[in-house]
């Protein structure tokens, strides 16, 4: 009786969830092309997401880019970039430190069931996100597994004023940059092929 | 009786780590510097180390960072780097890839309650860590933390045997990697500031 009380709150919860993720697409809030996995990803019952990115690549403003809240996004694609982009940023004027970052993908994911979190942090691990985990206990509103992976790039093109590649090195550069966005989509879609499989310790 | 018997399971499972560590420390294997963190780290009854770093700067080559496996370690300190010592290994020969990587503390933690890894996690992420979190669920072993920040820099250096970053921004590049490598031991001492103050979530 309590657990079936649980899993009707639970339900609850998802259903709003999930009218958020529509109205963010409706208002185009959405990241694009994150839909095809939305849809898997919250179909086992025990598993809503509650953020999610397919991964980004940004030139950002600030003295370090772990420091969120003090940088600057001067550009932002979930597309590959090209050296003009990139070059044309850089020569903005009065810029003093500038990063160019890959954010590979990273999911926010709720579940009522430790046994449904601990599943998906197995397949999520096994599918190259090794940095994944469970980043707080909740079990009323539900658990958060944050799905992250180590493939990422924050690159400095430019400190105290100075650019720090070389020119002719910028080209290098962007091209890693678009094969880590691209590896992180590799990544994503093997989650994405796993999850769709079934995921029966989601299910009540 | 139960609960008893799984405290008295957990303890012993607990002084074999411990053991471990002691031995680490007699062969000189231990991270210089990490044990005054692991004395306060081992204190609460339910809390166990099973791995610590308290960051470290390393001169790596390989085509992708995150990839570990394939990567070969040219030079690693716990200690601040300077420039002479990174331009060497840059003009080794028959190099390709080569990355300045600052990885941030990096911590295991192993604790057989729940409520005790919410509370270390709640720990780490206000003392920076943020990218903490339950990575396995298991409570016979014991689940394991990891407690990580953002606090990374992974700079590549080299690209297809040519060097990317200018020789007059070297200096800075250094600059950086040793401002990292404290901001991480700042935040370090921080999260030991506040479990050597009590943490009862981690007493039976």
Chains 1, 2 share one sequence.
């Not at 370090?64 to 590959?80: N, S």
Request: hydrophobic letters at 40%; glycine letters at 6%.
């Amino acid at each position: 009786m309590q657990r079936l009380r649980n899993l009707e709150a639970w339900l609850e919860y998802k259903s709003s969830l999930l009218k958020g993720i529509y109205e963010d697409r409706v208002i185009g809030y959405l990241d694009p092309g994150v839909e095809k996995y939305l849809e898997v990803f919250n179909k086992p019952t025990l598993l809503a997401t509650t953020s999610s990115c397919t991964g980004r690549i940004t030139i950002v403003e600030g003295l370090w880019h772990w420091e969120r809240e003090e940088a600057r996004i001067l550009y932002k694609t979930h597309d590959p970039v090209n050296v003009d982009v990139v070059f044309k940023h850089l020569s903005r004027k009065f810029l003093k430190n500038v990063w160019l970052k890959v954010t590979g993908p990273i999911l926010h994911f709720r579940t009522p069931s430790l046994r449904c979190a601990s599943k998906l942090l197995q397949y999520a691990r096994t599918s190259g996100f090794k940095h994944s985990g469970l980043i707080s206990l909740n079990p009323t509103g539900g658990h958060t597994v944050e799905v992250m992976s180590g493939v990422q790039l924050m690159i400095p093109l430019m400190r105290e004023g100075v650019v720090v590649v070389s020119e002719k090195s910028l080209e290098s550069i962007v091209v890693m940059a678009n094969e880590a966005l691209e590896e992180g989509r590799r990544r994503l879609e093997k989650l994405r092929s796993k999850i769709s499989s079934g995921l029966d310790a989601c299910e009540p």
